[in-house]
């Protein structure tokens, strides 16, 4: 902390000359960028992602790979550390000058990797390294002219990048509109064709987007002008409508709240109907994963549990199902009907998680991680061996799982649309047990669990109970989530289960926002329909064999950068945050001759705590 | 009324308790049953007992119970050289590193790409010990910058915060790292060269037959043992080493410098990892981009058993999880009728880590953690 508080500062007080600049940090990101262009392209990410086009012949997937990287640069190189009570300055032209310098920099990155490929063989270990990737950096016009083009772009995005400081606001705004509106457009693609089909509107998409994917050019530079002009005109009122939301109060607050909710329930019934058959899977897959990561919301971040393990419910579910109400089950021969075969499976999976939980309740948190994570392969293990092939199969697993027939209407995996509106029904009810839960007696002691274990257990709640509640309410919703997907896809394999799932739950959790369901729906949403789960490709299905990198990125980035998600619960953003929170009450406290014994005591408290840690 | 409530928590707890107890006398009962089983089929195979599970059981001869022991102490030193790096950082930082398997698996993929350019200039059959040396010191050098980099990116950020937080990062470096192998190098598994003869063939120590290549993990796992042994006891880096692991801030007041010594303790264990790294390579010569997932697992689960922060622990520990998970598959739930037992090697594993968590959470040989980390 203290070396970032003074390094602004420090140049802050020198002549601020054009050439007077940081020149380690400038090398230090510059060559940083390069290795990670570098390292993108030998992973095979702009060759990969070829096929998906942004705009049409123009911008494809494959380059959006590279570009956005000396982009982040150089807006990162730039960028100044704001801390209250500290000279900040102004961004000038030397801030600009400092992402040049870095893009030029990280221009070397593609540079040696083109003169690299063309002079020597290294495709034995590196896969990627050969001819198509030589072509796809020289954008198939010979080295000069790749070298070339790659410092000129480099420059010119890091420039872009750190020209964001500079910009006013308003300019900022509207680029960062049209940025991400482009890239949003483009994305849904699949999704606004078919809705526009639905409704009859053909011509419109099809002029939109290109044969081969991708919005034409034309459609692109309309599209920049209307989300330009729409951010000029909503310009502070998406902010004001949210913030009159939140200051809403009791009825009013109430009434504003129905209207939000019926308004999104309503599309999330209307909307399916218009929608194809891939685009309804794909909701259906982000259903599915939307209820496992309820459960493991309640488990991880409204109770503090890592639960590595959290598969293994999943699995509970999708087995208990097949082997009640499949006709080739080995063992049970009667074929239960969903509906009653799904009571045993809640009653199944709370006892597993009793089971579970009961031994590693009482563990230090991080080995209750590595433990649940070996439960997790243990119960797949148990799935796939010799030893209990009687009952579920083996490796073969259990095949011929039948339809959920409801009466009214049979859902199978044949009509995702049925299996949307199925798992619908089961998120809004675990999305309200979930939001009764957080401000029940049982939630605030999860939280209060979260916070700090020793206290909690002072302040008289019952610490054992309460997580073993927690894991069983998981388990419950993750078995639920299991025995729609073994009815979806008609039969359960053991490989269906490995722990990679419980991880990609847990980045969801983690991305949208622990211990907030706002948050997990979001994290859903983007990562399961845009990236795809394990196995179920998103809409950018491009990405199969990269989305797992990613997935290790993000949880990598949102660690060091936002631990609170991208859509915080309150609460938790301020454990995660305590020492800024009291710094900042302790700057405020200086100005005010009140407040000051009040702000003296508080960092007080904090070295307290500290402090009894010691002697324990 | 405090005796009411008093009577009320305990009851309630209790009832966690009974079952932890089931669990513990279920598992310590069917180890019991099953060596009993195992040894009555062993000694007097027309007894009912030895019947009453299994009645096809054959039991073990001498030399086939040998090999497994052998093979089960060399995959068991393995374990042991992962374990201390996992030992070392949570003896220091407190945190499990979950991405050191990845270190691991660092190793064995850069000693396979050495080893195969090796191959193809006709060195490796020619002067295999030389070889041998240099991706050993290619493979250190890779796992340890790779340990340290980690450091620098993912972990020093966040040196202080709640405990949980860099566990999660490391699952995501750990993820990262993986998946980044398999796009740079291909997903397909990579095979190590053929071993020279000499070494591959089987010897004979003390009646015991063991593979040359089983010989040479042993050999050089306790070699490094030793040598790391030496730096931690004995040498003034290892000294600060303790000094940081005992407490950071009373170090840092004594002049050691404690960033430093945090990455020293980083590319140590690497250092292992990558020794490990090849020793894998060497004895199943064969690695992937998930090499790294399964043995870093257990290598934790050594570490515990061994008591964690404990590295004559950790690599005693290694040892022991090595060996049962190769002898309790046949010696415990053969006899007992399970069939198909060599699938369960990694349940074993597991259920041992469960076991020691339940019975001496504290390890084998009790753990040495900083002050703060105990409680």
């Given at each position: 902390m203290s070396a970032t508080m003074s390094a602004p500062s420090s140049t802050s007080k020198a002549a601020p000359g054009l050439l007077d600049l940081d020149w380690r940090r400038i090398g230090k990101w510059g060559g940083l960028c390069a290795m990670v262009m570098v390292l993108v392209s030998l992973i095979g990410m702009p060759v990969g992602l070829e096929r998906r086009m942004i705009i049409e012949g123009r911008l494809s997937l494959g380059y959006l790979s590279l570009v956005w990287i000396p982009l982040l640069f150089g807006y990162v190189v730039s960028k100044r550390v704001v801390l209250e009570g500290v000279e900040t300055p102004d961004p000038s032209a030397r801030d600009v000058f400092a992402g040049l310098c870095t893009g030029v920099l990280s221009g070397l990155g593609p540079m040696l990797l083109v003169l690299g490929i063309d002079n020597f063989n290294l495709r034995d270990p590196l896969v990627n390294w050969g001819p198509q990737l030589l072509e796809q950096l020289t954008f198939g016009r010979g080295i000069g002219f790749g070298v070339a083009a790659w410092f000129g772009i480099c420059a010119v995005l890091g420039l872009l990048g750190s020209l964001m400081h500079v910009l006013p606001k308003d300019v900022r705004r509207v680029v960062s509109f049209v940025t991400y509106g482009l890239l949003f457009i483009s994305i849904l693609e699949a999704v606004i064709s078919d809705l526009s089909e639905g409704f009859g509107l053909e011509s419109l998409t099809d002029a939109m987007y290109a044969k081969r994917g991708g919005l034409t050019v034309k459609s692109s530079i309309i599209l920049v002008v209307v989300i330009g002009v729409f951010s000029i005109l909503t310009k502070g009122r998406l902010k004001g409508a949210t913030s009159r939301y939140k200051e809403l109060q009791g009825e009013e607050r109430k009434r504003a709240s129905i209207v939000l909710f019926s308004g999104v329930a309503g599309l999330c019934i209307v909307l399916p109907l218009f929608l194809g058959k891939i685009v309804n899977e794909l909701l259906a897959n982000v259903g599915l994963f939307l209820l496992l990561a309820l459960g493991l919301n309640i488990v991880v971040g409204l109770a503090g549990i890592l639960d590595l393990g959290y598969v293994a419910f999943f699995a509970v579910g999708g087995y208990t199902t097949a082997v009640l109400t499949s006709a080739e089950s080995p063992f049970f021969t009667p074929e239960l009907h969903f509906g009653f075969a799904l009571i045993i499976v809640i009653l199944m999976a709370g006892l597993t998680g009793l089971v579970i939980g009961a031994p590693v309740i009482r563990m230090r948190g991080d080995y209750l991680a590595i433990v649940t994570l070996g439960f997790g392969e243990i119960i797949r293990l148990l799935f796939m061996s010799d030893w209990l092939k009687p009952y579920f199969g083996g490796a073969q697993g259990i095949t011929n799982v039948p339809p959920v027939d409801l009466g009214f209407a049979v859902v199978t995996g044949i009509d995702p649309r049925s299996v949307f509106y199925l798992v619908l029904v089961f998120c809004t009810l675990a999305i309200y047990v979930s939001w009764r839960l957080q401000a029940s007696r049982l939630g605030r002691a999860w939280m209060a669990i979260r916070e700090d274990e020793q206290v909690a257990e002072a302040m008289g709640i019952n610490t054992v109970n309460a997580k073993l509640m927690a894991f069983v309410v998981g388990a419950m919703m993750a078995a639920v989530s299991g025995a729609v997907l073994a009815a979806k896809v008609g039969s359960v394999f053991p490989n269906s289960f490995m722990i990679l799932v419980s991880i990609i739950i847990l980045v969801v959790v983690i991305v949208g926002g622990m211990g907030n369901i706002a948050g997990v729906l979001v994290g859903s949403f983007v990562l399961i329909g845009v990236l795809g789960g394990p196995r179920q490709p998103g809409l950018l299905q491009e990405f199969q064999s990269y989305k797992l990198l990613i997935y290790g990125a993000l949880l990598v980035f949102m660690m060091l950068q936002r631990p609170e998600g991208l859509v915080p619960s309150a609460r938790r953003s301020q454990e995660l945050h305590q020492e800024e929170f009291l710094q900042d009450a302790w700057l405020k406290g200086e100005d005010h001759d009140r407040e000051e014994t009040e702000a003296v005591k508080q960092p007080g408290a904090v070295s307290g705590v500290e402090g009894e840690g010691d002697p324990a | 009324l405090t005796a009411i409530i008093n009577r009320q928590s305990a009851r309630r707890v209790s009832r966690v308790d009974r079952f932890l107890t089931f669990i513990r006398v279920f598992l310590v009962g069917l180890i019991v049953i099953g060596v009993l089983a195992f040894l009555a089929q062993q000694f007097i195979p027309d007894n009912p007992f030895a019947r009453w599970r299994n009645p096809d059981a054959m039991g073990l001869t001498a030399d086939q119970f040998k090999g497994l022991l052998m093979s089960g102490l060399s995959q068991g030193a393995m374990y042991g050289l992962i374990?201390?790096?996992?030992?070392?950082?949570?003896?220091?930082?407190?945190?499990?590193?979950?991405?050191?398997?990845?270190?691991?698996?660092?190793?064995?993929?850069?000693?396979?790409?050495?080893?195969?350019?090796?191959?193809?200039?006709?060195?490796?059959?020619?002067?295999?010990?030389?070889?041998?040396?240099?991706?050993?010191?290619?493979?250190?050098?890779?796992?340890?910058?790779?340990?340290?980099?980690?450091?620098?990116?993912?972990?020093?950020?966040?040196?202080?915060?709640?405990?949980?937080?860099?566990?999660?990062?490391?699952?995501?470096?750990?993820?990262?790292?993986?998946?980044?192998?398999?796009?740079?190098?291909?997903?397909?598994?990579?095979?190590?060269?053929?071993?020279?003869?000499?070494?591959?063939?089987?010897?004979?120590?003390?009646?015991?037959?063991?593979?040359?290549?089983?010989?040479?993990?042993?050999?050089?796992?306790?070699?490094?043992?030793?040598?790391?042994?030496?730096?931690?006891?004995?040498?003034?880096?290892?000294?600060?080493?303790?000094a940081v692991a005992e407490d950071k801030e009373i170090a840092a007041l004594m002049g050691i410098n404690v960033n430093r010594t945090i990455v020293t303790t980083f590319a140590v264990g690497g250092a292992m990892a990558g020794v490990a790294g090849i020793l894998w390579g060497l004895l199943f010569r064969s690695v992937t981009h998930m090499t790294g997932f399964l043995p870093g697992i257990k290598a934790f689960t050594a570490a515990v058993i061994g008591g964690i922060g404990n590295l004559g622990g950790a690599m005693a520990g290694g040892i022991a999880l090595g060996s049962a998970e190769s002898v309790a598959p046949l010696v415990i739930l053969e006899p007992l009728g399970v069939p198909g037992v060599s699938q369960l090697k990694d349940v074993v594993a597991f259920t041992v880590l469960v076991l020691v968590l339940l019975f001496k959470p504290s390890g084998l040989f009790g753990e040495r953690l900083s002050a703060e980390d105990r409680a």
């Open positions: - | 374990a201390l790096g996992y030992s070392m950082v949570y003896g220091v930082l407190g945190f499990i590193n979950f991405a050191h398997g990845e270190v691991f698996m660092a190793g064995a993929m850069t000693g396979f790409i050495a080893s195969e350019k090796f191959n193809d200039s006709g060195l490796w059959e020619s002067n295999f010990l030389l070889c041998l040396v240099l991706i050993v010191i290619m493979a250190i050098s890779i796992s340890t910058l790779m340990a340290v980099l980690m450091e620098r990116v993912a972990y020093r950020p966040l040196r202080n915060s709640p405990r949980l937080i860099p566990l999660i990062t490391s699952i995501g470096v750990s993820f990262f790292i993986q998946n980044a192998v398999m796009g740079l190098f291909g997903p397909a598994s990579k095979p190590y060269p053929r071993l020279p003869e000499w070494l591959a063939k089987q010897r004979s120590i003390l009646t015991f037959e063991i593979a040359g290549t089983k010989l040479l993990v042993l050999v050089v796992a306790a070699v490094s043992m030793l040598g790391l042994w030496y730096l931690v006891e004995s040498t003034k880096t290892g000294k600060a080493m303790r």
